[in-house]
């Protein structure tokens, strides 16, 4: 019954912009901590951003901060990725989660064991 359904992906030429959204059903979404995670071609899946239950804290690694925000809206289950400055490097398969999880101060990760649902992805693509 609990799905995470992410849209809003697309093609995009490098240094534009792009907003993924997730909604969420079947859970009861203040609880949760939600994120995304990206898998580009050929590589491993990666933690991306984070952001907890009261959206008062969010978390990025290094590679999207001070491009990437994340954010969220409990009122309608949702959250979001706006992907700014957008760069080849960021092409991936953009999937959702949620999870009960605690980020520690000097790390940045978010284990893929501790992330109870997970969305189908969808497709971002920049060009060059």
């Known amino acids: 019954q609990v799905q995470l359904v992410e849209s809003g992906g697309g093609l995009v030429e490098a240094g534009g912009s792009l907003r993924v959204s997730c909604a969420a059903s079947g859970l009861t979404f203040s609880n949760y901590l939600m994120g995304w995670f990206r898998q580009a071609p050929g590589k491993e899946r990666e933690f991306v951003a984070a952001i907890n239950w009261s959206g008062g804290m969010t978390y990025y690694i290094d590679a999207v901060k001070g491009r990437f925000t994340i954010s969220r809206d409990n009122a309608k289950n949702t959250v979001y990725l706006q992907m700014n400055s957008l760069k080849p490097e960021d092409t991936a398969v953009y999937y959702c989660?949620?999870?009960?999880?605690?980020?520690?101060?000097?790390?940045?990760?978010?284990?893929?064991?501790?992330?109870?649902?997970w969305g189908k992805g969808t497709l971002v693509t920049v060009s060059s």
């Open positions: 989660a949620a999870g009960r999880y605690s980020f520690r101060t000097r790390s940045v990760n978010w284990p893929e064991a501790f992330v109870d649902y």
